[in-house]
Each structure stands twice: as structure tokens, then as C-alpha cells.
């Protein structure tokens, strides 16, 4: 029986038809059992060059999918370390607690120092100062870099304003890192600012409605009293709104600030300075009519009647012109001692 070469290498090497042109015959040797063995060989050696063949090309998959990915890493961007001192906030603030008290800021901070920094935080050339940078996202890592004595670990990149804003609200929708004061006040100071009201939905990722709701309660509380509350990260939207109702009117804002300026108050967290805040304004006035002053000694001086968000003060005695005299005098120090108290409140 005839053999040809070609069609064993062909089997060989898993080829496939054989050749159209038939070779010449050749002679065989005479039927063995050892010339049959020797023809079964290449035959039984078929299948492990083809399992190496797969082999190889296995491995040459996995080095080409390697030299993308090197290459993927050497075009992608830098990590730098930049110094603390030379990175400024947003233009556009989003948070409302800062430092001491920040609740998790400590957690950061021992995090930083144990494990290194994680994720890094993303810069911006600054854009009127040579040689310093502004923070689009990462703030809080910037913060507890700089109290640490660390570089921050940052990408660096060139952003227009609105190239900021996406970022830095992007990143913060994506982390559900703010509460929902936070997120409204943010939407509405960027509104203040300019910016259309397209691009803020879409920095906060939200719908139109939503929006409007935000926009509803950063207009209804006042700033200072938003600042002296805190981010209140268990309150949600239904219960600002119910604050926001509270604080119509003159009358309640008295009360806010009397409340926001107590001793209880600014020893309370956030939650709980909400809290204390909602109850004060949800008193109704009390049925016996007006409230009364007492002296050092426990005796009535006058009752203070409040209508219509104003005050007026009706003392139980009646009193001499040199008393007169002397409120008309002693009024406007105490009214600057009022207004310097709600200053540094709201600072």
C-alpha cells in the first residue's frame, strides 16, 4: 500500500483535502507488525501538536490581550502626588459640615494613615492662579490629606466650569456621599450663579420635578439656619419640606434663631439639631394668651405679647419717665447684642 509524505505531514499538522495531483507511487516494505507501528506513530503524535498548537495560541492571546493592557495603562492618566497647600476648594461649595464636624471625617482621616489613600481625588489647573489647582471631587480626602501632613494622591486635568460642576456632582450622586440639604443647596448656588438649569439637573442626575422640589426648600430656609442645622444625613426631602412650611413667616424665624442659638442646640448632632428645630417651630402658641417676664426675684414685670410677627412688652407696673428714658437707651444695645449673637451663629 502506497504512502505519501505530503499527506502525512498534512495529517500531521491537521491540514485538510489532499493535494489534487496524485504523487507517484513508491514502493513498500514488506507488512510488518514493527512497519505498522512505525506508520501509527505520526498518527498517535496528531493529537498532542495539535493540543500544542492550541496551547500556543492560548498563550499568545493572553500576551496580546497583556500588551493592551499595558498599553491602555501607559496612555491613561497620571496619578500625582500634589501638595495640600497649593489645592483650593470648588468655586461652588456642596457640603455642609466640615472637619471636627464631619461625623466620618475621623474614620477618613485613620484610614489615610493606616492604609494610604485609596481613590484619588480629582484637580484642575486653577484658572487665574499659576501653579495652584481647585478640587472638582475629593474634598474631603484633600481635607484629611492636609491635617495628616500627606501629599493627596489626584488626577490632574484641564475643565472648563461646567466640566467641574458635572464632575463634582457626578461623583457625589454616584457615592450617595451628600444629604439632600446638601445636594438642594448645592443645585440652588449653582442657579445663583448662572449656570443653566439643564446642567445642574444633569450634575445631580435628576428629574424635573426633583428639581423644583430642591430648588423649593434652598429658597425656603434661610442659609444661616441651613449652616447652623448641618447636613442632617437622616433627613430627607419630605421632612425639609415640612420645614420649610414651618418657616413662613416672620414670627417663625424668630423662633428658629432663638432655637438655633440655644445651649441644647449647638451640643446637639445634626439629626438632632433638625429634630429640635422641627419640634420648636410644630408648638402652637400656648391658649393663655401672653408670655410673662419675671425678675431675679420671681415676680412678674410684664408680659410679652407676640402678633402677627411683632413683640410688644406690657409691664405689670407703671413706671416713671427716667425708666423711659432708659429703655429708649438700653433697646438698640440690646438689639446689637441680639444681632452679633445671630452673626456668629450663622458664621
Known amino acids: 500500500m502506497a504512502v505519501n509524505r505530503k499527506d502525512q505531514l498534512r495529517a500531521l499538522f491537521g491540514a485538510g483535502e489532499a493535494p489534487a495531483v496524485p504523487p507517484a507511487p513508491v514502493e513498500r516494505a514488506p507488512e510488518t507488525k514493527s512497519a505498522e507501528s512505525e506508520l501509527a506513530r505520526p498518527r498517535s503524535a496528531s493529537g498532542a501538536v495539535k493540543a500544542m498548537g492550541l496551547s500556543l495560541g492560548g498563550l499568545s492571546k493572553e500576551i496580546e490581550e497583556a500588551r493592551r493592557l499595558r498599553e491602555s495603562l501607559e496612555s491613561s492618566e497620571r496619578v500625582s502626588k500634589i501638595d495640600t497647600a497649593l489645592v483650593e476648594a470648588s468655586f461652588v461649595s456642596d457640603r455642609l459640615d466640615h472637619g471636627p464636624q464631619d461625623a466620618d471625617f475621623e474614620a477618613l482621616m485613620t484610614s489615610i494613615e493606616q492604609s494610604g489613600q485609596q481613590v484619588p481625588v480629582l484637580l484642575r489647573p486653577h484658572p487665574e492662579k499659576q501653579g495652584r489647582y481647585q478640587t472638582a471631587y475629593g474634598h474631603r480626602r ?206
Open 142 to 347: 484633600v481635607r484629611a490629606a492636609h491635617s495628616i501632613g500627606v501629599p493627596v494622591l489626584a488626577i490632574v486635568r484641564p475643565l472648563s466650569d461646567i466640566e467641574l460642576v458635572l464632575a463634582q456632582g457626578k461623583e457625589n450622586s454616584e457615592r450617595r456621599d451628600l444629604s439632600f440639604i446638601e445636594r438642594a443647596l448645592f443645585a440652588h448656588e449653582l442657579i445663583s450663579r448662572g449656570f443653566e438649569r439643564g446642567v445642574v439637573q444633569d450634575a445631580l442626575s435628576l428629574h424635573k420635578a426633583e428639581m423644583t422640589r430642591f430648588l423649593q426648600v434652598a429658597e425656603a430656609v434661610p442659609m444661616d439656619i441651613a449652616r447652623a442645622i448641618g447636613a442632617a444625613p437622616k433627613i430627607g426631602r419630605p421632612r425639609w419640606m415640612a420645614l420649610a412650611e414651618l418657616l413662613r413667616g416672620d414670627a417663625a424665624q424668630v423662633k428658629a434663631y432663638d432655637e438655633v442659638t440655644s445651649a441644647r442646640f449647638l451640643k446637639a448632632s445634626s439629626d438632632e439639631r433638625f429634630n429640635l428645630l422641627f419640634t420648636r417651630l410644630q408648638r402652637k402658641a400656648a391658649a393663655a394668651g401672653p408670655r410673662e417676664i419675671r425678675d431675679g426675684q420671681g415676680r412678674a414685670v410684664a408680659h410679652l405679647v407676640m402678633s402677627k410677627g411683632k413683640a410688644r412688652v406690657d409691664f405689670v407696673e407703671k413706671y416713671d419717665g427716667e425708666f423711659e428714658d432708659f429703655l429708649g437707651t438700653e433697646l438698640p444695645k440690646l438689639l446689637e447684642r441680639y444681632s452679633q449673637a445671630r452673626t456668629g451663629t450663622a458664621r
